[in-house]
């Protein structure tokens, strides 16, 4: 897949791939999205602790660095999973400036977020573990019990399939009760299949450049 390196309204970068149109963020600013549709929506929303954190495109490893920053500041421990049919090369990474602008103190963990191995679980620290699956979004099998979940697959315009009743219906059953989704299609279509999955959906203003974001909520039954 050919991959252009971009920089976003608040200078810090993402990926362009042509073939598809689709950028792996808003070029509004990486960070910025990243921050208001996963961390504050998402992670920082849930009030569990331990956490298990489930991801659908690990991409940049921005979310997980993001992840790694904010639960290190409230002190909470992380299991992360995260799923990625196509990685991002090493030299890619190399060229990402995602950790000078995402307030890390830390340069070399985005470098260990990358190169650590992919189908094993990975301890980042004392309280981050990290379990990277090279799979499919329809094939992975992450195990159950997923407190947070960040969906980012790229648009459902372009990949209608990971957006469909039978991927969220999945994704249910492997939330804990109480679990937050977030993701940041706000798609009537989206909602309704979130929706008939069981979760209960709102719409919530996105960040710059975007007007509504989706939150979900596996209520507690
Ligand atoms: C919007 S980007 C994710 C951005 C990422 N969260 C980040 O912080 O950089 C979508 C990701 O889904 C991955 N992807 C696309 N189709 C996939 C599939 N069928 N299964 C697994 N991953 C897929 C892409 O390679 C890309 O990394």
């Known amino acids: 897949m050919n991959r252009k390196l971009v ?11 042509p073939e598809l149109g689709e950028h792996y963020h808003s070029i509004h600013g990486a960070v910025q999205e990243s921050e208001h549709i996963y961390i504050r929506t998402g ?18 490893g921005l979310n997980v660095l993001l992840t790694y920053i904010h639960a290190s500041r ?8 995260t799923v990625e049919k196509y990685p ?3 030299a890619e990474k190399d060229l990402l400036n995602l950790s000078e602008l995402s307030g890390c103190d830390d340069p070399a963990i985005f470098d260990r977020i990358h190169g650590c191995a992919w189908n094993v679980e990975v ?9 990277k699956e090279k799979a499919d979004f329809r094939l992975a099998a992450p195990g159950s019990g ?5 969906f ?3 648009a459902p315009e372009v990949q209608p399939g990971l957006w ?11 939330a804990a009760p109480g679990a937050v989704l977030t993701t940041y299609s706000a798609r009537g279509q989206v909602r309704r299949h979130l929706n008939a999955a069981g979760f209960t959906t709102e719409k919530l203003p996105g960040p710059p450049g975007k007007r509504e974001i989706t939150r979900a909520v596996k209520k507690f039954s």
Do not use: Q, W
């Not at 409230?74 to 999973?81: E, S």
């Not at 301890?123 to 573990?129: A, E, G, Q, V, W």
């Not at 997923?146 to 960040?150: C, E, L």
């Open 152 to 154: 980012d697959a790229f």
């Open 146 to 150: 997923f407190d947070v979940i960040y």
């Open 74 to 81: 409230t002190d909470r421990k992380v299991h992360y999973h």
């Open 88 to 90: 991002v090369t090493s």
């Open 164 to 174: 469909s009743a039978e991927m969220f219906s999945r994704v249910f059953a492997l």
């Open 7 to 17: 920089r976003t309204g608040d200078g810090s970068h993402t990926i362009f791939v």
């Open 43 to 60: 992670f920082l929303y849930s009030e569990k602790n331990p956490v298990r954190v489930l991801e659908y495109g690990m991409g940049t």
């Open 123 to 131: 301890k980042l620290s004392d309280t981050f573990c990290l379990y």
